[in-house]
Each structure stands twice: as C-alpha cells, then as structure tokens.
T-cell receptor, first 114, second 113 residues
Framework: DAGVTQSPTHLIKTRGQQVTLRCSPK?????VSWYQQALGQGPQFIFQ???????QRGNFPDRFSGHQFPNYSSELNVNALLLGDSALYLC?????????????FGPGTRLTVL | AQSVAQPEDQVNVAEGNPLTVKCTYS??????LFWYVQYPNRGLQFLLK??????LVKGSYGFEAEFNKSQTSFHLKKPSALVSDSALYFC???????????FGRGTSLIVHP
C-alpha cells in the first residue's frame, strides 16, 4: 500500500518565478492538506482540499493556490516566489479530514528560492 | 485562538532511561491532541492521539502520552529510550470541529548510547 507521495523531491527557483508541487494521497484517503515547514519550525497549515474544493485556509497570501483532482491527488501552486518561500512543503492526507483523524505525511518537497 | 507550546528545544537522555517530551496547549473547546515524529529529510509520522476517554494514550514504538486537562498538557513519554528514538518530535492540536491543526515548534530528542 503506497503512502503519500510527493514530487519533485527538490526544486530550485529564482525570485518571481512560479512553482507547482504535486501530491498523491494514501490509498483510501480523500482529503489533502498542505503545509509549509521553515527550517527549525513546525509545519504551518496552508490549506486543505476535500471534494475538489478548498475547505479551509491558513494565513497565507493568495500567491498560494491549489487544486484537487477527481482521483484526490492535489497540486500546490506558488506564484511570484519570494526568498522567504524557501521551505519544506509537506502534503498530508486523511479520510474526510475530520479533526480527530490523524494525518499521513509525504516526504516533502524542498523548495529553494534564489 | 489555539496554540501549542513545546518548551524545550532539545531533550537529552541516556539509552535505557525514561524520556519525557513536554507539550502544553491552549484552546477553546475540546482539544484533539497528536504527537508526530520527524526523522531527517522525512515527512512526519503519526505516533499517537488523544480524542476522548482514558487520559493515558498508548501509541507506536512504545510511546505513550498523558492528557492532563487541568494543566493543559499532553506530555510524550517512553519508559526506556533507544538511540533510534533520536528525532524531532512535534505536538499538534486541533480544536473540535476545526480543520486547521496547530503544530508546536518541535523538540529535538537526542538519545545517547
């Protein structure tokens, strides 16, 4: 049973560029959440997708957008990259995203903005 | 607003000794509390959770945590530490009905041989 997968593993971009990160949830899961983890910090919630819609959003600007596909996979898009966007981006999946269900995390995508 | 505090950036313990990683929280309503572990260059792995019921929760790899409502704490414990337990540990909180989890800053656990 494949767990949560993310691609790419690493990415280097320059300021002002746009980036797309991808995530496939664990089999049987229908909810995908995205997090940003800066060095030395805990994960910060970006948004959650359920039934192909953004259900909840954290304190991130509109430059961060996402999408969920009918097969429950998801993309995170970041426009107009800033140096401060450099971080590990984690995708997590769960079933129905309810508060009491634990999340299963992917290995992350390391984004470096130069 | 909800918040999680992990007051120790690093915990050092000798192999075979008991370990405790501390977590306190603040939330309106019922808390759902989780512990995750992160190994270098890896995503987070779920260890255990408290939703309701017994205050002592048992999880993966011999870890357990005690929910204390009066002290608003959810400390992670293990009776006998292993060198392989060395990793970054995160406490996370969700208020009942909220989809947004709040993570602590993490505690680096170092188990010395």
């Amino acid at each position: 049973d494949a767990g949560v997968t993310q691609s790419p593993t690493h990415l280097i971009k320059t300021r002002g560029q746009q980036v797309t990160l991808r995530c496939s949830p664990k089999s049987g899961h229908d909810t995908v959440s995205w997090y940003q983890q800066a060095l030395g910090q805990g994960p910060q919630f970006i948004f959650q997708y359920y039934e192909e819609e953004e259900r909840q959003r954290g304190n991130f600007p509109d430059r961060f957008s996402g999408h969920q596909f009918p097969n429950y996979s998801s993309e995170l898009n970041v426009n107009a990259l800033l140096l401060g966007d450099s971080a590990l981006y984690l995708c997590a999946s769960s079933f129905k995203g309810s508060s009491y269900n634990e999340q299963f995390f992917g290995p992350g995508t390391r984004l470096t903005v130069l | 607003a909800q918040s999680v505090a992990q007051p120790e950036d690093q915990v050092n313990v000798a192999e075979g000794n008991p370990l405790t990683v501390k977590c306190t929280y603040s939330v309106s309503g019922n808390p759902y509390l989780f512990w995750y572990v992160q190994y270098p260059n890896r995503g987070l792995q779920f260890l255990l959770k408290y939703i309701t019921g017994d205050n002592l929760v048992k999880g993966s790899y011999g870890f357990e945590a005690e929910f204390n409502k009066s002290q608003t704490s959810f400390h992670l414990k293990k009776p006998s530490a292993l060198v392989s337990d060395s990793a970054l540990y995160f406490c996370a909180l969700r208020a009942g009905g909220s989809y947004i989890p709040t993570f602590g800053r993490g505690t680096s656990l170092i188990v010395h041989p």
